[in-house]
């Protein structure tokens, strides 16, 4: 056995008891490189609460306005309300009093929508997260000054702030001071430590437990071909066959395992190029079936079948536009590579099934 | 000793069917249609030549009559170079709830509990939960950085992190949010879509704390990790130091192969006991520190809503629980007699030392019999006898972990939490029989 096993193993047996305070492999020191001050810039771009990670800059709401109605808007809706692709970022229920207290209080309302601003109590993180994952198609797209603008945006749609607030890393500290919910986190509760005390018991009974056995919640008829037929979701020979829950159909059994094995081999005859789909972030927009913030794919194709079509798709794909098929607009996407795109067009055009 | 074929163990193959000249032709000119037609009708006379012999009233059928399956020649190895399910299990997949989300990328699918065996979930039956769609990552460009309040920020390729030192372990992993559409009364037919956010593999990779020490982290100070995704969404949870140093890894391997790329392919973090999304996919870096970061999914999702307004932040380990995965909500038992009701036990602090099984609601309880090998923060499988005589029943499970903690019933977990809280779920589960045989998902009061 090599030192270098050896020490290996050893590093290991003891791990179990004392993890880290147990010496490293010889040689395992050589594994990895110091990361650069670019490398560390590139991606360390997390904010604490405290603000810590914070790049200077500053927005204004009007700015942010521009931008969410460009960027943002065809997503969360004009006012952050839409709860077409996700809930609702803000509603106008964010009272004063709220603003106040830092505690929103309608969160114990169950009639009341929970909206992002309702429940974020700390400011960094709004800051942080469109900075790292916003727009969702394009994500990391934004510079800080955007960012600061988009923020200060949301809050004025929540009534934090202004219409003419100027948010900017010197004044974060003040504004979080007005969070609606920042008193509203709480950190009492053992689910943070593996030793933590549970907040609950069961019950150790095992004869004649004094429990109460009457149904009072079980899925109403209607409701129960809602995931889909379930005799087709369950293994459909053996014990337990699924329920056949499709109705109107008169069929008692589940279809022939064969036929199901031969609609579910039946392989496109045109494949999608899904790569350059994602690549190209259309994915965000566009689904394969049905209308997601623009129109499916299939509609598209189905559209424009012909090969004649491709230049007018190349334009408009490259220099976006609206109209086609509603208000909404497509936006430019000159990044998107020539392969890419060449690939999308034929697969656009190409009117096979 | 004599040869297996000279014991008749080995069955001649196939070609001895043909005539010497035939086969030499085809291998001399390949099959050719007038040769296949040949070949055909001596396929038929061989199969002709122990055709069934007639029905007698008792015998079966799938016996007597020797199905195509017995009488042909099989399909050649590679046919599917990377082997796929029976076409007869097509059903079993994993499945989206319709409605619970709006979009595909920021989304759930569930894992088909209701017909899985054993521990282990199948890497391509493990449930998915992206927030920002998932990604093909080129391992030859994946690095994972660890920096903070380290002597030395380091870099690492995937090929350094496949040299280190590495250890196997299997565990489950189980979403937060896992049960969390039952809150408030019953919502989904099935298993698969109540508990389906539950899955578990053996996981392959190097511990944290090795990486930790590597870099020479800073023992008085550090109390915290923030994992990050390399994804679009860039996930980031903080991890409790505690946990990360005790048994965390940084993982590529899953059940044996590497990561699936839904699971996050090439390195994910793997945190037992904690909910799924701390186990950040596509990793790409790990940040010692000494405050938690309140990240998106740390302060507007993952935070459990109390019936004071409150949200509880940081909710991380998921406590014990169980569920009977057959027969389950959506199935029916088509003949009375003999079943083996069986379903699965965890916990997320350690592991699971007694379940208890109820056919009357809760009444009586029976203990249930496990099988091994019941490992910390993992999935253990359990069974237990019954005899159904065609009455109503009402089928629990309920698990007492390694701390002494016991599963509570629904009417316990909702007395403290409320019915909104979306995490957390841990509640005992019930599925009614009725007397025709359908199981269907029911809360008692």
Known sequence: ?353 | MASDAEQGQLQPAPESFLSKDLVEDISREGINPGRRSLLQSAFAAAAASIAAPALMADDDPDIVNLPTWTRSLGKPVVANPYGQPSPYEANIVRRQSPGLTRTDQSSVSFTPLQNLFGMITPSGLHFERHHQGWVDIDPRRHRLMINGLVDTPLVFTMEELLRMPSVSRIHFLECGANTGLEWGNVAVPTVQYSHGMLSASEFTGVPVSLLLERAGFDRKRATVLLAEGADGSSMTRTINLENALDDALVAYGQNGEMLRPENGYPLRLVVPGVQGVSWVKWLRRLEVGDKPWATKDEVAHYVDLMPDGTHRQYTSIQEAKSVITAPSGGQKLLKQGYYDITGLAWSGRGTVEKVEVSVDGGRNWRPARLEGPILPKALTRFHCDWVWQGEEALLQSRVTDSTGYIQPSRAQLVAVRGTRSIYHNNAIQTWQVHADGEVHNVQLG
């Open chain 1, 1 to 353: 056995m090599s030192s270098w096993v050896r020490a290996a193993a050893l590093w290991l047996c003891t791990m179990t008891m004392t993890s880290w305070a147990a010496p490293l492999p010889e040689g395992l020191a050589d594994l990895g490189r110091v990361a650069t001050e670019g490398e560390l810039a590139a991606w360390d771009i997390d904010v604490r609460p405290d603000f810590v990670g914070l790049p200077p800059g500053s927005g204004d709401v009007w700015a942010g306005e521009e931008i969410w109605l460009a960027q943002c808007a065809s997503c969360h809706g004009d006012f952050g309300d839409s709860n077409e692709i996700f809930a609702p970022l803000v509603l106008g229920n964010i009272t004063e009093e709220d603003i106040a207290t830092g505690r929103v209080a309608s969160l114990t309302d169950p009639a009341v929508t929970r909206t992002t601003l309702m429940k974020v109590p700390t400011l960094s993180t709004l800051w942080d997260y469109i900075y790292r994952a916003m727009p969702w198609n394009a994500p990391k797209s934004l510079s800080p000054d955007e960012v600061y603008a988009l923020v200060a945006y949301l809050l004025n749609l929540g009534y934090v702030v202004d219409d003419d607030f100027v948010l900017s890393d010197t004044n974060m500290v003040e504004t979080q001071a007005r969070m609606p919910n920042r008193n509203g986190m709480s950190l009492d509760h053992g689910l943070w430590s593996v030793t933590g005390a549970p907040d609950v018991s069961g019950s150790s009974c095992t004869a004649d437990c004094d429990v109460a056995v009457t149904v009072t919640s079980s899925l109403p008829a209607y409701a129960m071909n809602a995931h889909g037929n379930l005799a087709e979701q369950v293994r459909d020979w053996g014990p337990y066959p699924g329920l056949w829950t499709e109705t109107g159909t008169g069929r008692e059994t589940a279809a022939e395992p064969e036929q199901l094995a031969a609609a579910s081999a039946v392989v496109e005859a045109v494949v999608a190029p899904e790569a350059a789909l994602n690549a190209g972030g259309c994915s965000g927009c566009h689904q394969m079936a049905g209308q997601l913030v623009g129109p499916g794919f299939d509609a598209i194709r189905t559209k424009y079948a012909e090969q004649e079509r491709a230049a007018y798709l190349r334009d408009k794909i490259v220099n976006g536009g609206a109209g086609v098929w509603g208000s909404m607009p497509m936006p430019p996407m000159p990044a998107l590579e020539e392969d890419a795109l060449q690939q999308i067009l034929a697969w656009l055009t190409s009117g096979e099934e």
